[in-house]
């Protein structure tokens, strides 16, 4: 039987990071397996829908190289799923339930729920819907339910729980799972308003699109005893279960956005890279080798295995992800690079391209926390220097410096060539010449270059300004102290 997976979000507006790794975790476990990765919207809450979420979710998977089999990324392909236009197929099914008389039509308004939970709460210290005392079908009989149905009242369906049964099933990440069935609710399966909830449309679908493996987060674990029942009810048999561990705040709270971020879009319009936040979710959860951190999308592919994943909560560590970032901007493809930044780089006037913007990032990426960080940790490599760090300046500047320094400019400026090895071999002969130290020359040729007391390597900053930027620069600088 080939695998097939899906991932299954609700639209809410943004994709957070934890729905990241579920997508992530499903889309390895296909392509590890040869099989299929479907994409469902759940859409059925009609309260809770956000304009615009369907696209913005899509595109933010795309951008973290997630791309599923059925879905509008691949024009001629069907789908994704979304459940608000399968509504039909979602309402036989629950007929069919309610014909086996596995489910019940209840009536009962939402002040008569609450009085019912006041109640339990304090005679019988909780319990879920009390179907014997309440307005339905089983106390009301078959003939009242279909007159108060066809004159309108308001109901929705319920399935009917066995009772003092124990529901189990295997989770392949947590084992062996038993429930009580006394402790589950008589769930509603279509609301007032015809749509389904989320329980039995997923059931449907799962089943209908031939899930083999469920794989989600462990929030979804509750409502898997739920699930199980309903599949019972309609005698289909359950896909393999597998439920991903929290993701945790560093305190081991549940991951929150009072603790910063959840949002992938947050993340990656802050600058970090998609595969950098890929990698970093990748591991939450379980690492694939245990003796190293990073990951190609394909190495991931190759060694992904769901037995392995960890139960307990992962703790989602900022400072982790900063330097998983910091691995891939070491690598990132200095024209990739320089691509993302031309749009910034002319919306600031400077008139250099792109293969300029790719050597300056090559050059200073090391610097660098986010590829955007060049045009301001490098602002000396786009425009000439108006402030000069004071401290360095009074470090590396003295009353002699000008003089000691003259004659070495003149040679930068008759120089036959530019390029960084040579100017290193200038520099090389004159401090040995003058007898005086590296820094001597160098610290007062970095601050009228650039005005900052770090950068990297002063002889391939300068090969990459060109002689006419430098001198332009030394002479404004010597100028000025006149
Ligand atoms: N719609 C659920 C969500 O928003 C899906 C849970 C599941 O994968 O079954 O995460």
């Known amino acids: 039987m080939s695998v097939r997976v899906r991932f299954a979000p609700s639209p809410t507006g943004y994709l957070h990071v934890g729905?990241?790794?579920?997508?992530?975790?499903?889309?390895?476990?296909a392509r590890r397996h040869g099989g299929v990765c479907i994409l469902r919207l759940e859409d059925t809450d009609r309260t809770r829908l956000v304009e615009g979420a369907m696209e913005k979710l899509i595109e933010s998977l795309a951008a973290c190289?997630?791309?599923?089999?059925?879905?509008?990324?691949?024009?001629?392909?069907?789908?994704?799923?979304i459940q608000s236009e399968?509504?039909?197929?979602?309402?036989?099914?629950?007929?069919?339930?309610?014909?086996?008389?596995?489910?019940?039509?209840?009536?009962d308004t939402a002040e008569e729920l609450q009085a019912m939970r006041e109640r339990r709460q304090e005679q019988e210290g909780g319990g879920g819907y009390d179907r014997k005392k309440m307005r339905n079908e089983i106390t009301l009989g078959a003939e009242a339910t279909q007159k108060l149905i066809a004159d309108g009242a308001d109901h929705v369906l319920r399935l009917l729980v066995p009772e003092n049964d124990t529901v189990e099933f295997e989770d392949v990440v947590r084992g062996r799972i038993s429930v009580r069935s006394g402790d589950i609710d008589d769930q509603v399966l279509l609301k007032s308003d015809g749509f389904p909830t989320y329980h039995l449309a997923n059931v449907v679908d799962d089943h209908?699109?031939?899930?083999?493996?469920?794989?989600?987060?462990?929030?979804?674990?509750?409502?898997?005893?739920?699930h199980i029942l309903l599949y019972d009810a309609f005698g289909w048999e359950a896909p393999r279960m597998a439920h991903l561990p929290l993701l945790l705040n560093p305190d081991r709270s549940k991951l929150s956005k009072r603790q910063g971020d959840v949002a992938v879009e947050d993340y990656l319009s802050k600058g970090y890279l998609p595969e950098a936040l890929v990698n970093f979710v990748a591991l939450l959860g379980y690492n694939p080798t245990g003796d190293r951190e990073v990951y190609s999308m394909q190495e991931m592919i190759d060694l992904f295995d769901l037995s392995k994943v960890n139960k307990a909560g992962a703790v989602f560590d900022l400072q982790k992800l900063d330097w998983m970032n910091f691995e891939y901007l070491k690598n990132l493809d200095p024209q990739r690079a320089a691509r993302e930044l031309m749009p910034a780089v002319r919306a600031a006037g400077y008139d250099v391209d792109a293969d300029y913007v790719a050597r300056c990032f090559a050059l200073l990426r090391e610097r660098l926390r986010f590829t955007a960080d060049l045009l301001t940790v490098g602002d000396y490599m786009f425009a000439d220097p108006r402030e000069?760090?004071?401290?360095?300046?009074k470090k590396h500047w003295k009353d002699n410096t000008a003089e000691l320094v003259q004659p070495f400019v003149e040679q930068l400026r008759r120089a036959e060539t530019f390029d960084h090895e040579s100017l290193h071999k200038l520099a090389e002969a004159y401090t040995a010449e003058h007898e005086i130290g590296f820094g001597k020359l160098m610290n007062p040729i970095r601050l009228m270059l650039t005005g900052k007391g770090a950068g990297a390597g002063m002889f391939e900053t300068?090969?990459?300004?060109?002689?006419?930027?430098?001198?332009?620069?030394?002479?404004?600088?010597?100028?000025?102290?006149?």
């Not at 997508?23 to 476990?29: D, H, I, K, P, R």
């Open 19 to 29: 729905g990241l790794r579920t997508a992530l975790y499903n889309y390895l476990f």
């Open 65 to 81: 190289g997630i791309e599923f089999d059925e879905s509008p990324l691949k024009p001629g392909n069907h789908g994704p799923y």
């Open 86 to 107: 399968r509504l039909d197929l979602y309402k036989t099914h629950a007929e069919k339930l309610h014909q086996s008389g596995k489910a019940y039509f209840a009536f």
């Open 208 to 226: 209908l699109m031939e899930i083999t493996h469920i794989i989600r987060g462990e929030e979804w674990l509750p409502s898997t005893a739920k």
């Open 388 to 393: 000069f760090e004071e401290k360095f300046r």
């Open 462 to 482: 300068m090969e990459l300004l060109g002689r006419d930027t430098c001198m332009r620069r030394i002479d404004a600088f010597l100028g000025s102290l006149a």
